[in-house]
């Protein structure tokens, strides 16, 4: 009911080329939150996004809600090694925050 | 430094032998949790606090207790650890709980890798 599902679990891109994760729920969004966690690290906050059709950028990381909240992305352009980890999403629910299982980043130089 | 701090970061212990990890906020943050991850399964949570004196169950609480006796500390106590609690384990903590509406930043820990043999 609450879980949201991420894809895909693992992706291998070159450097350069681009990447997009994808967080879905088979309900209602209210909000959505992005995490990135390095190798050996812990996971580190990148983004919330509250209103549907939301597109937000940093750099060159774009994320997206979707219009009827029930879908979020993040897309990578142009991916550099800096970039290898992995990439959760997480919904807010009364009381906890409920995470994806997260989609791993590796980018061959 | 605002900063969330665990002890211990590394720790292999035997069945049955009660450990604690210690979990400590600078930031006076209301909320605190405790979450396992493991290959495969993401971040699942274990307990989490609102506020002082108020702690609830996560996914996954079986085998875990936890204490909030102070606003910034919140340790995680395995009073009987079994092997399939082999974890890597993270405290985290935000200004506010998470809301259905809207959900604060969580600011997580190193980390605390555990080993029951």
């Known amino acids: 009911g609450q879980q949201v599902m991420q894809i895909p679990q693992y992706q291998h891109v070159q450097e350069g080329e681009d990447f997009t994760t994808y967080c879905n729920s088979s309900?209602?969004?209210?909000?959505i939150q992005w995490y990135k966690q390095r190798p050996g690290g812990h996971p580190v906050f990148l983004i919330q996004?509250?209103?549907?059709?939301e597109v937000k950028k940093q750099k060159r990381l774009t994320f997206q809600f979707g219009e009827a909240k029930k879908n979020s992305s993040l897309h990578i352009t142009a991916t550099q090694t800096t970039d290898v980890g992995t990439y959760f999403c997480?919904?807010?629910?009364?009381?906890?925050?409920?995470f994806g299982k997260g989609t791993k980043l590796s980018v061959k130089p | 430094e605002a900063q969330v701090t665990q002890n211990p970061r590394y720790l292999i212990t035997v069945t049955g032998k009660k450990l604690t990890v210690t979990c400590s906020q600078n930031?006076?943050?209301?909320?605190m949790s405790w979450y396992r991850q493991d290959p495969g399964l993401g971040l699942r949570q274990i307990y989490y606090s609102m506020n002082v004196e108020v702690t609830d169950k996560g996914d996954v609480p079986e085998g875990y207790k936890v204490s909030r006796k102070e606003k910034r500390n919140f340790p995680l106590i395995l009073e009987s650890p079994s092997p399939n609690q082999t974890s890597l384990y993270f405290c985290?903590?935000?200004?506010?709980?998470?809301?259905?509406?809207?959900?604060?930043?969580?600011?997580f820990g190193p980390g605390t890798r555990l080993t029951v043999t």
């Open positions: 930031m006076n943050h209301e909320y």
């Open positions: 985290a903590s935000s200004l506010s709980p998470p809301l259905a509406a809207y959900s604060y930043e969580q600011y």
């Open positions: 996004l509250v209103k549907s059709g």
């Open positions: 309900t209602t969004l209210s909000n």
């Open positions: 997480a919904r807010g629910s009364q009381g906890n925050l409920i």
